[in-house]
């Protein structure tokens, strides 16, 4: 049996931060651990398993500010009453939006939409795309 070609791109990265950070937010296991487990099991390449760990450090590192720009952005949905995969899907985009930025906002929240369409409720994609939309659009607001 042949071996599976390493996997790269930033797809399988972030959709392994996703994975990585809902497991924590669920359990409190350890984020270094986690990740290197589920790097492995998805066969990602060395650079696409580094940017899935560079997602998870930085929204682990900007949690409480993600947090609170998510309940300021939605704040008919309690973050701690919000579904952990929503949660964990907006946390990592703001993150790529507002402090890593090396990706569109177009880019970054279509990747946000997919992931709430793979893992959330059928309404996480319509929430994930609202929030981030007003996220985007209160950013690109000039200022008076």
């Known amino acids: 049996m042949k071996a599976k070609p390493p996997r790269g791109g930033r797809h399988p990265a972030r959709r392994l931060a996703l994975q990585t950070l809902f497991e924590i937010d669920f359990n409190r296991a ?3 651990e986690t990740w290197q487990r589920g790097a492995f099991r ?3 390449t060395e650079e696409a398993a580094a940017f899935a ?9 900007h949690r409480k500010e993600l947090d609170r720009e998510i309940a300021a952005l939605a704040p008919e949905f309690p973050i701690d009453q919000m579904a952990r995969i929503d949660r964990n899907v907006l946390r990592i985009a703001l993150y790529e939006l507002r402090i890593s930025g090396d990706a569109p ?8 939409v997919e992931l709430a ?7 996480a994609p319509k929430f994930v795309n609202g929030v981030l939309a007003t996220a985007v659009g209160g950013r690109e607001q000039p200022s008076a």
């Not at 760990?53 to 590192?61: E, K, N, P, T, Y």
């Not at 906002?105 to 946000?112: F, H, K, N, R, S």
């Not at 369409?117 to 309404?123: D, Q």
Request: hydrophobic share 55%; net charge negative.
């Open 30 to 32: 350890d984020p270094k």
């Open 42 to 44: 998805a066969g990602l």
């Open 53 to 61: 760990w560079s997602i998870v450090d930085g929204v682990l590192a």
């Open 105 to 112: 906002a177009g880019v970054i929240i279509d990747e946000a």
């Open 117 to 123: 369409k793979m893992f959330g409720s059928e309404a």
